[in-house]
């Protein structure tokens, strides 16, 4: 079989795990966030600080792609929520059916969340085009990684409903034009909402919280 088809049909198994999944958590009224940036650009961090600020007062859980170590699960566990690490086997990137076999081995740990964090495996190339059923992706991007990442990764950037900028505790030290990356995010994703945080200092962490928390909001209404 050609490449291409294999792909496609690749993809299209994915798709058909990727709606029973979002039909499973609309009943379940989880808001489900897929994470996808480079490798170390802070996707744990973030999760880590986001649990200190909101899990006295939602159901959180969270599911790790990584091709080794059980790492970052045992950080999220740390952190206070169930967690659980799904290995890829080599693979660059989740796919529909590794997160539903992963929560279904997880049972009642992973079910009925206000809000199920997804850590995709670390690169801005691969996950881009797996669906995993999730509410909406939100790829990061740190400002040691370089200010001119949007238009060399433009899928991610424009899939992607939320782009956060992180470690902006950093800017003093790097050389990162801001301005430049708003201004690249909102060519390739004008309707693309964007905030800046430093899970180290806290800044912007109320509005990352809060972003969340409005989209938890419109899925319980919806
Ligand atoms: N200065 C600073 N460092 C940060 C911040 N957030 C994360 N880091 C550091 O960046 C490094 C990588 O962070 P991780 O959260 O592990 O990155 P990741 O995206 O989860 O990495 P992978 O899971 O390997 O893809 C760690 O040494 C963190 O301490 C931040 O806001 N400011
Ligand atoms: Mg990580």
Do not use: Q, W
């Given at each position: 079989m050609p490449e291409v088809d294999v792909k496609q049909k690749v993809l299209a198994a994915n798709q058909a795990a990727a709606a029973s999944l979002r039909e499973a958590f609309r009943a379940q009224k989880t808001l489900v966030v897929n994470l996808i940036s480079s490798p170390g650009s802070?996707?744990?961090t973030l999760l880590e600080?986001?649990?200190?600020?909101?899990?006295?007062?939602?159901?959180?859980?969270?599911l790790d792609g990584d091709i080794a170590t059980e790492r970052d699960a045992d950080r999220l566990r740390r952190a206070g929520i169930p967690a659980r690490q799904i290995l890829t086997g080599g693979?660059?990137?989740?796919?529909?059916r590794q997160?539903?076999?992963?929560?279904?081995?997880?049972?009642?740990?992973?079910?009925?969340?206000?809000?199920?964090?997804?850590?995709?495996?670390?690169?801005?190339?691969?996950?881009?085009?797996?669906?995993l059923g999730e509410d909406f992706k939100v790829v990061l991007l740190s400002t040691a990684e370089g200010d001119d990442k949007p238009f060399?990764?433009?899928?991610?950037?424009?899939?992607?409903?939320?782009?956060?900028?992180?470690?902006?505790?950093l800017l003093p030290h790097v050389d990162f034009d801001v301005a430049a990356v708003k201004s690249q995010v909102a060519t390739l994703n004008p309707a693309g909402r964007l905030v800046e945080v430093s899970a180290r200092t806290g800044a912007g962490m109320d509005d990352w919280c809060g972003l969340l928390e409005a989209e938890l909001g419109k899925k319980r209404a919806s």
């Open positions: 802070g996707k744990t600080a986001t649990v200190a600020r909101m899990k006295g007062r939602f159901r959180l859980g969270g693979a660059c990137h989740l796919d529909a997160v539903d076999a992963a929560l279904a081995e997880e049972g009642d740990r992973l079910r009925g969340l206000d809000v199920l964090f997804i850590e995709n495996v670390g690169n801005l190339i691969c996950p881009t085009g797996y669906d060399k990764y433009p899928a991610i950037f424009s899939k992607a409903s939320v782009t956060v900028l992180t470690k902006v505790d």
